[in-house]
């Protein structure tokens, strides 16, 4: 079973305006991390939010915040004031413990495209 | 922040060769590396995970014997794809992490591996 769903493979945003690209995750800890990196084409991983479970605020990095609904197992990532620089692959990732070693996995991305 | 590299960024070997990738933290101790690889427009899907000092644990399906990694200090990890097929073409990502804070993990920028 997927842990790790991301339903967009790609999404398009005006300058300027907001974005926000759905996360879900399965998972049976009570504690795990949920992370979104951004992958340029030059192929490096950015960290760009991260969410603990345990977090009662959302996260929230300058322009990215992290709408965290945890009965709903979402994570989704809200970029704000969208820049032709945030063209990108965007991947959510869940860290969880497995047999006392953290593991991190990855869903299938969404590709954003911000249109001047 | 925390830096990782990776060497070579770029390599093109022909098939039947071994080819090894490296993968430091420059500024901070890493006692679990992960390494990654990705096919085009696809997911970052973990290999393997090293921690320094013992054997690396494989994930299903990956040829422990084809993918030899060995980390053997805390500040390195290698990838060593032995006999190259054209299939093993891809991306390899590593990541490091270490006693940092929530960020965890830190990749590197990544190495692509070309078999002809």
């Known amino acids: 079973a997927q842990k790790i769903t991301q339903t967009q493979p790609g999404m398009f945003v005006q300058e300027k305006e907001a974005v926000t690209l759905d996360c879900t995750y399965d998972t049976s800890d009570q504690s795990y991390g949920l992370f979104w990196y951004k992958q340029p084409s030059s192929g490096e991983m950015i960290f760009l939010i991260y969410q603990g479970s345990y977090d009662e605020q959302n996260a929230t990095e300058g322009r990215y915040s992290l709408n965290f609904q945890k009965a709903r197992k979402s994570a989704n990532l809200v970029i704000s004031a969208s820049q032709l620089g945030d063209s990108a692959m965007y991947f959510c990732a869940m860290r969880e413990a497995t047999s006392g070693t953290y593991k991190y996995i990855f869903g299938t991305g969404t590709r954003l495209k911000v249109l001047a | 922040g925390a830096v990782v590299s990776q060497h070579p960024s770029r390599v093109i070997c022909k098939s039947g060769t071994s080819v090894k990738i490296e993968c430091r933290s420059l500024d901070f101790q890493a006692t679990t590396m992960f390494w990654y690889r990705q096919f085009p427009k696809k997911s970052l899907m973990l290999m393997a995970t090293?921690?320094?000092?013992?054997?690396?644990?494989?994930e299903q399906g990956v040829e422990k014997d084809k993918f030899l990694i060995n980390h053997a200090s805390l500040t390195l990890s290698t990838l060593t794809v032995t006999s190259a097929h054209p299939e093993d073409s891809s991306f390899y990502i590593c990541s490091a992490r270490g006693t940092l804070a929530h960020y965890e993990q830190y990749f590197g920028p990544g190495t692509r591996l070309t078999v002809t």
């Open positions: 090293s921690n320094e000092g013992s054997k690396a644990t494989y």
